[in-house]
């Protein structure tokens, strides 16, 4: 992994910052549920059409599952920013302590 600066660590962790307090929001919660019921009632309608014998275009599928892949991996993007900011501080430390010439 490459060496991160101290500038890219505050920048990451301003990042890290800003989205968790997204994530704390209340409405990130309704947000949450209206993806949810979103996603469940598309698939409910898109079963009830396969179970009635409709022939359903695959490319609608394909849509569809991308559409709420892409939604549910927009809701985890706060996890995934913290996940990225411990991962550059423990980066940046590592390099740190091999300046001072002390091994991990």
Known sequence: MPEVSADQLALTEQRAVRLRGLREHPGWAELESVIAERKEFHYRKLHRALIEGEVVDQRLIDRMAGYFDACEDLLK????ANRAFASALARYQKA????????S
């Not at 993007?77 to 995934?80: A, G, L, Q, T, V």
């Not at 740190?96 to 091994?103: R, T």
């Open 77 to 80: 993007r706060p996890d995934m």
């Open 96 to 103: 740190e302590l091999a300046k001072e010439g002390v091994s």
